[in-house]
């Protein structure tokens, strides 16, 4: 399943051979990816494994180190701000946290987009727009709040609706169920497939949430110290033979982990004892 | 060590090198703002709080600076029976330096500390990466009207705190010392020059500038976590309040230049 020759035209967004190097740090080791049109792609791995790394290299919030991003057939990664200004309207992104601008309202937050790129002759079509995005992720009423008094939840509902303002083609979710209950993720998990369902757009999910992961993917992308070490469906990935993957997808800790815990407890005893403080 | 040294010294450079093209990218876009009627509400929001709300601050900064000459030069003057001469002191401190440089490290403490600490946060909770994901340039959107603001703001400001210097002096001398009125406007007028209240208000443009660059650059840049952000306000006042006296003493010297050169010809026009 993992294509080292990926062409341009292979998917509607499509990595090739992208390197980032952060200090001495390799975040991205060669990696190459063709997502496609329409369909869902979540991708999983540790914490720091470069996934959120590899999203924003998408959307060219990061430039690669060596490599390029296409999108549409089109290499975006070494464009200047203004080209991709146009490109970006294309996009929307969900932040972690929502990344919802504190000194607007719900309904400022999700105009802001439009604002930027449209020119608002009709405001009242706007208020029926803002109302419609709102509708959409259930928060239909809440346009006048600002983001300080939503709960996580909310937030990341209201960040969904802005996300959505410009009628994307590709909607990029950086860890949306993070920090959120078991109801209020499945409820964020029922929005993501409602949105690719009814608006057809394409969807990336970065996640570590592998209950998430299983109800949303078409496909499932396995990153690990930068590298993909599993590409494939739902069923590969459960059944898949890299004992890495077996271990995320398990949530269970390695031998090599624990005994390192064990030294790290082993140590702590040893080197302070309470007479130490006295 | 030596090594150590080395790699200050090349981040310095290359912090250097970042700033240098911060400004450069922040004043293409402040002309292209400037031109944008849709873009006016941003800077209208901008020069209430930044201007608006740092007037009373920054005349009462004015008026103890005026205050506080008058008390201070009072006795030495009066030592040697000029002391209707104090209006002159006073005035041509506080217009020319004192209220100028004064007030524009007021609105560092004030305004820039509040611009690196709004940037800073909206920088840590990837609300500029938010701007820039959504197609718009942060540096247009978010810089551009703040430093427009401060540009043209600065110097506004710079004239209100010196009608409370020239004000509070007044009050002080004539008030409490007891000075003849009409001599202590008449020598204020034959010693205070147009050219000495122009050139005061017309560094207020640089502090501005100064002010806003550096607060808005510590923001967009600032390290991660609430000492991240604190750090970078206290580095962005160190670098506004240094920026503001070297920038002064560069034009106490150009302006000395240019004064001696052009200012006696003005009255061959």
């Not at chain 1, 200004?85 to 802001?112: H, K, P, W, Y």
């Not at chain 2, 040294?5 to 700033?19: A, D, M, S, T």
């Not at chain 2, 920054?58 to 103890?64: D, K, L, R, S, Y």
């Not at chain 2, 030592?79 to 041509?92: D, F, S, T």
Request: with cysteine.
């Amino acid at each position: 399943m993992i294509r080292p020759d990926i062409q341009p035209h292979d998917g509607i967004l499509v990595a090739k051979n992208l390197v980032k190097v952060f200090g001495q740090r390799t975040v991205l080791d060669d990696v190459s990816l063709a997502i496609e049109d329409g369909k869902t792609t979540v991708i999983i791995g540790t914490s720091g494994c470069g996934k959120t790394v590899f999203m924003k290299h998408l959307i060219v919030l990061e430039r690669p180190t060596e490599g390029q991003v296409f999108f549409r057939g089109n290499r975006i990664d070494h464009l200047r701000p203004r080209q991709l200004a146009d490109i970006r309207t294309q996009f929307g992104f969900c932040f972690q946290m929502g990344a919802l601008f504190d000194s607007l309202t719900v309904f400022e937050n999700i105009i802001f987009p439009i604002q930027q790129h449209r020119k608002i002759t009709d405001y009242k079509a706007l208020d029926e727009l803002v109302k419609h995005k709102l509708a959409l992720v259930g928060m239909d009423g809440y346009q006048n709040q600002y983001p300080a008094s939503l709960s996580g939840g909310q937030k990341k509902r209201v960040a969904l609706a802005r996300a959505i303002a410009l009628n994307p083609q590709v909607v990029l979710y950086d860890e949306p169920t993070t920090g959120l209950d078991p109801i209020t993720s499945d409820i964020i998990n029922e929005l993501i497939l409602k949105l690719q369902r009814e608006l057809k757009v394409t969807s990336i999910v970065v996640t570590h949430d592998m209950k998430s992961a299983y109800k949303i993917a078409d496909r499932i992308v396995m990153f690990y110290h930068g590298k993909i070490i599993a590409d494939g469906n739902a069923d590969l990935i459960r059944n898949h033979p890299n004992d890495l993957v077996q271990q995320f997808i398990e949530g269970r800790v390695s031998e090599a982990d624990l005994a390192a815990l064990r030294l790290g407890g082993t140590k702590y005893q040893t080197q302070f004892l309470p007479e130490d403080f006295k | 060590m030596i090594f150590a040294f080395f790699n200050k010294w090349i981040r310095g450079v290359e912090n250097f090198g970042r700033f240098s093209r911060f400004i450069w990218a922040s004043s293409k876009c402040i002309s292209a703002t400037a031109m944008q009627p849709r873009t006016y509400p941003l800077i209208w929001t901008q020069m209430n709080t930044i201007g608006v709300k740092s007037v009373p601050v920054v005349m009462a900064t004015g008026a103890f600076v005026g205050m506080i000459l008058a008390v201070q030069a009072y006795g030495q003057l009066a030592a040697m029976g000029l002391e209707e001469r104090l209006g002159v002191l006073i005035n041509i401190a506080v217009v020319k330096e004192l209220g100028p440089v004064l007030a524009a490290v007021m609105l560092a403490g004030r305004v820039g500390g509040a611009l690196t600490a709004e940037l800073g946060t909206m920088n840590v909770t990837e609300q500029i990466a938010a701007v820039e994901s959504m197609g718009t340039d942060p540096i247009k959107y978010l810089v551009a009207p703040r430093v427009l603001s401060c540009l043209l703001l600065t110097p506004a400001l710079i004239v209100y705190a010196d009608l409370l210097g020239i004000l509070g002096g007044y009050f002080v001398s004539v008030i409490q010392f007891k000075i003849n009125s009409g001599a202590y406007w008449d020598y204020s007028a034959m010693g205070v020059e147009f050219w000495d209240i122009g050139t005061g208000i017309f560094k207020g443009i640089f502090f501005g500038g100064a002010i806003a660059m550096i607060s808005c650059y510590k923001g967009f840049t600032c390290r991660e976590g609430a000492q991240g952000v604190g750090e970078a306000c206290t580095e962005a006042f160190v670098g506004c309040f240094i920026s503001i006296l070297a920038l002064n003493y560069v034009f106490a010297v150009v302006l000395d230049a240019i004064y001696k050169t052009f200012w006696p010809l003005r009255s061959l026009l």
